[in-house]
């Protein structure tokens, strides 16, 4: 449970880190030569947010597995 917690917040620092490199993109007026590294980044951050979803619900499922394992 723990390591999917870790990398859960792995993939949180990433998220941030991609969310600073669309910033640096121009917010309303994506150029043409821009197009292909805008949309890398979009596809990039729905990857990480499925795999931060994926670590948070398999460390959910431990949890909730020890929880009625104890009983």
């Known amino acids: ?3 999917h917690n870790h ?3 792995d993939f949180s620092i990433q998220i941030e880190m991609n969310d600073i490199s669309r910033s640096l993109m121009p917010e309303d007026n994506v150029l043409p030569y821009q197009e292909e590294e805008f949309e890398e980044i979009e596809n990039k951050r729905l990857k ?3 795999g931060k979803r994926f670590h948070l619900t ?4 431990y949890w909730y597995y020890g929880i009625k394992s104890d009983k």
């Open 1 to 3: 449970m723990s390591c």
């Open 7 to 9: 990398a859960a917040e």
């Open 48 to 50: 990480l947010l499925a």
């Open 58 to 61: 398999a460390a959910r499922a």
